[in-house]
C-alpha cells in the first residue's frame, strides 16, 4: 500500500479502494443535484422508473464516493423538496410513504394533436394521389 497525501484515496496492492482522509472530507449536496427541475427531470428519466430515492441518490453522487452525510443531505433534499415540486408540477408521479418516485408521459396539448391530425390528414392524401398515379 502506498502512502498518500491528505487529498488523495488510498489503495491497497491490488487496487482495491480504501476509504482514506479524502473520504471523510464534506462535499455539498448541490454539488450532486442538478440545480434546475428540468435538469433532474432529465436525469430521472435517463434512470428509467419507478426508482427509490435512495436509488436516485446512488445515481447521482456516482462514482464519487462521499462521506454519508453527504448522501444523507441529498436524500433529504430530494425527499422533502425537489421531488415534491417535481410532483406538484405534474412531472412526476412522487409517493412519498414508499419513497418511490415514477416519470409521468406529457401531455399533449391541443396544438401537438392538431399537427399530428394535420400531418396524418396530408399523408393520407398523398398516398391515395399516388395510388390513382401509380
Known amino acids: 500500500m502506498r502512502l498518500t497525501s491528505d487529498k488523495e484515496l ?7 479502494r480504501r476509504a ?6 464534506f462535499i455539498p449536496a448541490s454539488e450532486f443535484i442538478p440545480a434546475s427541475d428540468p435538469g433532474l427531470y432529465s436525469v430521472l428519466e ?11 441518490v446512488d445515481y447521482l453522487i456516482q462514482p464519487a464516493d462521499p462521506p454519508i452525510e453527504t448522501w444523507g443531505d441529498v436524500h433529504e433534499q430530494l425527499y422533502e423538496e425537489r421531488l415534491p415540486a417535481l410532483d406538484d408540477a405534474g412531472f412526476v408521479e412522487f409517493d412519498q410513504v414508499n419513497g418511490t418516485v415514477t416519470v409521468l408521459e406529457p401531455e399533449p396539448d391541443d396544438h401537438q394533436l ?8 396530408v399523408s393520407i392524401v ?9
Not at 482514506?20 to 472530507?25: I, K, L, Y
Not at 392538431?114 to 390528414?121: E, H, M, Y
Not at 398523398?126 to 401509380?134: A, T
Request: aromatic share 4%; charged share 15%.
Open 10 to 16: 488510498m489503495y491497497s496492492e491490488h487496487g482495491d
Open 126 to 134: 398523398i398516398l391515395v394521389v399516388l395510388f390513382v398515379i401509380i
Open 114 to 121: 392538431v399537427t399530428r391530425a394535420l400531418v396524418g390528414a
Open 46 to 56: 435517463q434512470m428509467g422508473t419507478p426508482a427509490t430515492v435512495d436509488e436516485v
Open 20 to 25: 482514506g482522509p479524502a473520504a471523510s472530507e
